[in-house]
């Protein structure tokens, strides 16, 4: 497809061709990457839907707990939604997916790591034609306090599997300081470090977290919309903030999408990438994100247009495998 064709194809409402067009997913989340829909024809039964508006993190774990877990405590489970969910970007035209998978899937495999390493490892081959998958290791902000878990990390890190590396789940359940050592390790092996911050947080803690861990790209960071300071610096720093829409609004961290802070930071020269969290949740691949922020007037099409093809060319530069479909 033609780069013009992505322009007429949200001018014109046509999802499908927007879907034919090659993208990125640089936020998505293995555990919980797959549509709902998806889950539900592997269970043989339907699922409660999430609530369109929950209370933040808290709400949407209300959520998993109650719904998704019991449905996902199986090396079958999980193995399921990982692989449906690169289908399913797949299907959607993303071209370059970097998932994170969340270490406690160690706790899946007998053989702790060799088994995560081969599982992975399998994953990436068996969808390297269609998608440049890369590996993310997952770290749990709640678990971070957990030693054996946290040697898993570290051991996790010297795999050669993950080339990037997220901190997530509720910003105060640990400070970046206490996973420094980790990240320290991340970098000396190569891997891009990115963490969560800033969804919900202040300005303020996303410049400090990125300067302590050595950051190169946030997950979220909306919050820095609040600070013309903070959000220069990121500018200047070459800082990507990788932004979900609609899981900002589902989470009721803004308050509808017309009113997303992601215009603001685009304006104030922050690089931005579109992305879907976790779509067994919030049910907008990417594609639908561009549609949702066109249609809701964030964005002109040829805005939209330069975001895509701004994360394809990062993405481009993060690997020497280039994917034949790359324009
Ligand atoms: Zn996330």
Redesign the pocket.
Known sequence: MKEIGFITALSTNNLDAIRAAPKTDV?S?AFLSTRLRNLEKWLGHSVPRPPHRMNGLEGMMEYILAVLVPLQKSREGFEFVSASGVNDAIEDGVVYLEMSFDIMMTRFYPDGLVGVKTYIEGLVDRFKPQVNLRPELGIPRTHVSDASLMKFAHEAVELGVFKSIDL?SFEEACTPEEVKPLYDAARAAGMKLKA?VGEFGGAEEIRRTIELLELDEV??GIAAAESVEVMQWLSQHQIQLNV?PT?NVMLSAVPNLASHPIRILYDNGVTVTINT??LIIFGQSVSEEYLNLYTAGVFSAKELNDIRLASLSKAENNTRVRNPSYK
Do not use: A, P, V, W
């Open positions: 936020h989340h997530y969560h997950q979220h979900c899981s969290d976790d």
